[in-house]
């Protein structure tokens, strides 16, 4: 469990990292490109949410990664998958939607944030708990 939390710590640091790199460009900076690449369509999201129950762990743990780095456009997939029935599939999903929520980027902190409260709601038991722990832990 303590590789598994520091490597979601690196992967939060990362997609941190690339959203202030994002924003960079965006706002001029010559040193960074001046193309934003575009956002990842829902069809491009939805084979990587999938992945998150691949039998593999590297499979799993490359989408888990990607799906990070995407951001805000696989919130909503990713809340969705969540509370799904397979268990592997939500954790993972409420982790990578605990790092949107404190990557720097406030639409993005919203975005999950408010996904997370709509799993806190939800009828399926082991991702309402996961994801009001989640919640009361950014609160803190």
Do not use: Y
């Not at 575009?38 to 129950?53: C, F």
């Not at 590297?58 to 990607?66: I, K, L, V």
Request: aromatic residues 2%.
């Amino acid at each position: 469990m303590l590789k598994w939390n520091h490597a979601i710590g690196w992967l939060a640091a990362a997609a941190c990292a690339a959203l202030l790199s994002a924003g960079a460009a965006v706002a001029g900076d010559d040193s960074a490109s001046a193309e934003v690449p575009e956002a990842p369509s829902a069809a491009e999201i939805a084979p990587l949410v999938e992945q998150l129950d691949a039998q593999r762990f590297a499979e799993r743990q490359a989408a888990s990664e990607r799906l990070s780095r995407i951001g805000r456009p696989a919130i909503e997939a990713l809340a969705e998958a969540a509370v799904g029935d397979s268990l592997e599939v939500t954790v993972r999903a409420i982790d990578i939607l605990k790092e949107l929520m404190d990557c720097g980027d406030p639409d993005t902190d919203a975005a999950a944030k408010e996904a997370m409260g709509r799993i806190a709601e939800s009828d399926r038991a082991a991702a309402a708990r996961r994801a009001a722990a989640a919640l009361r832990a950014a609160e803190a």
